[in-house]
C-alpha cells in the first residue's frame, strides 16, 4: 500500500467512490488551495482505496490541533490496516506540522471506526453533545424561532 498527499484535484476524482456523496468541483480545488487541510489517498496495485481528510484548527489561547473530518476505505479494502495506516499518516502530519493533538467525532454505533481510531493510538474521551446549524435557512422567516 501507497499513502499520498493530494494537493491536484484532478487525482481526486479516481477515488470519488471514497467520499460520501458526489465530488464538488469548486469546494474540492478550495479545500485543497488550502495549506492547512490535508487529503490523503491511500493505493492498492494503482487504485485508491482509502482516504482521509483532515483540517487545522488553530486558536488564540490553545494553538493548532488537527480535525481528522473524514476517513473513507472501500469496502473491498476493509480489515486490511488500511484506515488505521491513513490515520497515522495524518497524525504524522500533525506532528510535523506542530499540532499539539488530533481528535475525530464518530457516532457511537460505528463500532468499525471506533475500532480503527483506537488501533491507530486514538484514547476515549468524555461523551459530549454535538449541537449543530442548518445555515442555509433562514431563522428572519415566519414562524421561524
Request: glycine share 8%; proline share 5%.
Amino acid at each position: 500500500m501507497r499513502i499520498e498527499r493530494i494537493t491536484d484535484a484532478a487525482a481526486v476524482q479516481p477515488a470519488a467512490h471514497l467520499f460520501d456523496g458526489p465530488l464538488l468541483a469548486d469546494a474540492t480545488a478550495r479545500f485543497l488551495a488550502d495549506r492547512g487541510h490535508h487529503l490523503l489517498l491511500a493505493y492498492e496495485d494503482g487504485r485508491p482505496v482509502g482516504m482521509v481528510t483532515g483540517v487545522e484548527m488553530t486558536h488564540p489561547d490553545k494553538g493548532t490541533e488537527m480535525f481528522l473530518y473524514e476517513l473513507g476505505v472501500a469496502p473491498y479494502a476493509r480489515l486490511k490496516g488500511v484506515g488505521t495506516a491513513l490515520v497515522e499518516a495524518l497524525a504524522a502530519i500533525a506532528r510535523e506540522r506542530g499540532c499539539y493533538g488530533m481528535w475525530v467525532a464518530t457516532e457511537q454505533d460505528n463500532e468499525a471506526a471506533q475500532r480503527t481510531y483506537r488501533r491507530a493510538g486514538a484514547n476515549e474521551e468524555e461523551p459530549f453533545l454535538l449541537l449543530s446549524w442548518d445555515v442555509t435557512q433562514d431563522r428572519s422567516e415566519p414562524g421561524q424561532t
